[in-house]
């Protein structure tokens, strides 16, 4: 997923103008924050207790099980890696190419070696954990959007939504609400998108609609009421030609103690 932090200077820029957003952050740049990212199957936990649906996944940590998830998922399917950032900000997944499809055994084989290898170039710069974690996951299609919550020091609980996927940063197609949203309030975010059209071309696209909607809200709803939790970045979700709405990734981040340098 992209780093919450652009979605949140986007917004901020949109809604209170740059020169109160440099205000904050020179603010901001005062204080310590030490918040530290989730593994991915807590997150994906966090994300199932909010009520958004999550594609089916299995987290493997050697090929042989990979392929044995896969058998049991079907094909095809993508394997993705979730090995924990060592550092504050996101691994962007696509971009460094931890993200592969297969669509047999024999494919599945030669995508695991391939991500295996990015991964231990990544570990050796101490850019992700050592660990090697895979997750085999069946595929969803269907139109990409994001949504993502967090706790700002200064503005309070924010909520964002927009268009998803590998280009999200740089399409910016994005709607940003204070928390808690009502259903109205999170219909307002999806329209004021470009997104939106897209959706009503879809053969259920009210209830795409009305079904991604009520995942924001649950996803705000969420956010404000476990403090633990600073951030909320789900990225991709998909919405299905049929109007169901479904998690694909996923990145949370435990809050912790702030105070002044």
Request: hydrophobic share 50%; aromatic share 4%.
């Amino acid at each position: 997923p992209f780093p919450f932090g652009f979605w949140l200077a986007l917004g901020l820029v949109l809604k209170i103008g740059l020169n109160n957003l440099e205000t904050h952050f020179a603010v901001m740049a005062n204080k310590r924050v030490q918040n530290s990212a989730v593994s991915f199957s807590h997150a994906v936990s966090l994300l199932r207790r909010a009520g958004l649906g999550f594609c089916e996944t299995v987290v493997v940590e050697n090929e042989q099980a990979a392929v044995t998830a896969a058998s049991k998922i079907g094909f095809p399917v993508f394997l993705k890696v979730v090995s924990a950032p060592t550092g504050p900000s996101a691994v962007h997944k696509a971009k460094e190419g931890l993200v592969a499809k297969a669509d047999n055994a024999a494919s599945l084989a030669s995508a695991y070696k391939k991500l295996a290898l990015l991964h231990s170039k990544l570990a050796a710069k101490n850019a992700i954990e050592k660990k090697l974690r895979v997750a085999v996951q069946k595929e969803v299609l269907g139109t990409e959007c994001i949504i993502g919550a967090k706790i700002d020091p200064s503005f309070g609980t924010v909520i964002v939504f927009g268009s998803g996927g590998v280009h999200a940063e740089e399409l910016g197609d994005v709607a940003l609400r204070l928390c808690p949203i009502s259903m109205a309030e999170a219909a307002g975010m999806i329209k004021e998108t470009r997104l939106h059209k897209r959706l009503l071309e879809l053969r259920n696209g009210e209830l795409a609609i009305k079904n991604l909607a009520a995942a924001v809200v649950k996803v705000s709803n969420f956010i404000v009421n476990n403090p633990q939790v600073s951030e909320l970045d789900i990225n991709p979700v998909m919405i299905t030609e049929a109007g169901d709405v479904m998690a694909v990734d996923v990145r949370a981040v435990a809050a912790a103690t702030r105070g002044k340098k």
